[in-house]
């Protein structure tokens, strides 16, 4: 039986909608999703480890995987034969503008992923990794120069405490639910998960937002403007901005 849950491409995300949201912000994205009633899609307690230095932005689709506390029967069971257990499963169905999404739990003995994966993925084409838990082997992890998000770092490898056990399900990641097939972006101020159907949304009023805020409103208090009239405008504030816009293209 397919999964239901599964929206990947039938979402008509394409990829050049993708490079289009990597120029919006985190913030922007957060904010905006606040305004269209989603409340809960920006990630708790997940932070940049690992992130290129001149990267703007990390975007893709969420390849979801799962880890539980191990059981010593199940988990012997399961790593008898590797290229079964769903970890290694999740890894190598990566494709090009995935992005693997990992719940622990947030379990933090057990680092899940290390330079060897990340350098996998990397190859496949993904274009992050977050970890509702800890990586491993952050230095080396941190020379492959890939984006990595995560609670922390732990030394142990992932037979010590936890298994795998579900592959492209829904999962929760930083207190917030992940869908297979939703899109993640994440920059340096964290991650945040995007329904499929807010992206062009979101792009839209991302352009609309760097307008005002980032063109306008920092040139005007460069210039002396007050807080108190400029950000956020008022009336009048808004209609100098309007003629602003006409007069420098923007319309």
């Known amino acids: 039986m397919s999964n239901p849950y599964i929206v990947g491409n039938a979402s008509g995300i394409d990829d050049e909608l993708l490079e289009r949201l990597k120029l919006v912000s985190v913030s922007t994205a957060s904010h905006t999703l606040?305004?269209?009633?989603?409340?809960?899609?920006?990630?708790?307690?997940?932070?940049?480890?690992?992130?290129?230095?001149?990267?703007?932005?990390?975007?893709?689709?969420?390849?979801?995987?799962?880890?539980?506390?191990?059981?010593?029967?199940?988990?012997?069971?399961?790593?008898?034969?590797?290229?079964?257990?769903?970890?290694?499963?999740?890894?190598?169905?990566?494709?090009?503008?995935?992005?693997?999404?990992?719940?622990?739990?947030?379990?933090?003995?057990?680092?899940?992923?290390?330079?060897?994966?990340?350098?996998?993925?990397?190859?496949?084409?993904?274009?992050?990794?977050?970890?509702?838990?800890?990586?491993?082997?952050?230095?080396?992890?941190?020379?492959?120069?890939?984006?990595?998000?995560?609670?922390?770092?732990?030394?142990?490898?992932?037979?010590?405490?936890?298994?795998?056990?579900?592959?492209?399900?829904?999962?929760r990641c930083g207190g917030v639910p992940v869908v297979p097939g939703d899109i993640v972006l994440a920059d340096r101020d964290g991650v945040v998960v995007i329904p499929p159907q807010c992206v062009e949304p979101i792009v839209k009023e991302a352009r609309a937002h760097d307008e005002l805020e980032e063109r306008w409103i920092k040139m005007k208090l460069d210039e002396g403007a007050s807080l108190h009239t400029h950000y956020p405008p008022n009336a009048e504030a808004r209609k100098e901005f309007e003629r602003w816009k006409t007069d420098n293209g923007f319309n």
């Open 34 to 171: 606040v305004d269209m009633s989603y409340r809960n899609a920006y990630m708790q307690g997940i932070a940049p480890l690992s992130f290129p230095s001149g990267q703007r932005s990390a975007v893709g689709r969420a390849v979801t995987l799962r880890f539980i506390p191990l059981r010593e029967d199940l988990v012997k069971q399961q790593y008898d034969r590797l290229e079964e257990s769903p970890h290694r499963m999740a890894l190598e169905s990566i494709r090009p503008n995935d992005v693997l999404v990992i719940d622990t739990g947030s379990h933090m003995d057990t680092g899940v992923v290390g330079d060897i994966f990340t350098r996998r993925l990397r190859y496949l084409g993904g274009q992050a990794i977050v970890v509702d838990g800890c990586i491993r082997d952050l230095q080396r992890v941190k020379e492959v120069d890939f984006p990595v998000f995560a609670r922390g770092v732990h030394g142990a490898a992932i037979p010590r405490t936890l298994m795998s056990v579900g592959f492209n399900e829904p999962i």
